[in-house]
């Protein structure tokens, strides 16, 4: 069965910073798309940024320039670097995973993220 955990999220002032961490149980090249996706209170879950099979990264534009994802195939984990952080970007950020031979997703629990004005 595979696990995705994440850690790093909590309590942060607007502009502040935040490292979230996703650890996988397998190897992570198994994976064909793998990211990071947030869901606000009263809000559907969005995309903030991944990494795709084709080896490119997308971010939501609400990101794009203050949010990294990066990661590191020898610890089975992804990363997201997240910088001036605002309000909006408060929410539960869960770590996603698409395994490349089912297409199945798999998702982390998600850990909290709360940016206070």
């Known amino acids: 069965q595979v696990q995705l955990v994440e850690s790093g999220g909590g309590l942060v002032q607007t502009g502040g910073s935040l490292r979230l961490s996703c650890a996988a149980s397998r190897n992570i090249i198994s994976f064909s798309d793998m990211g990071w996706y947030r869901q606000a209170p009263g809000k559907q879950r969005e995309l903030v940024a991944q990494?795709?099979?084709?080896?490119?990264?997308n971010y939501a534009d609400s990101v794009k320039g203050r949010f990294t994802i990066s990661r590191d195939n020898t610890k089975n984990t992804v990363y997201l670097q997240m910088d001036s952080l605002k309000p909006e970007d408060t929410g539960v950020y869960y770590c996603q995973g698409r395994l490349q031979f089912t297409g199945r997703d798999c998702w982390g629990q998600g850990t909290q993220v709360t940016v206070s004005s």
């Open positions: 990494f795709t099979n084709g080896g490119t990264t």
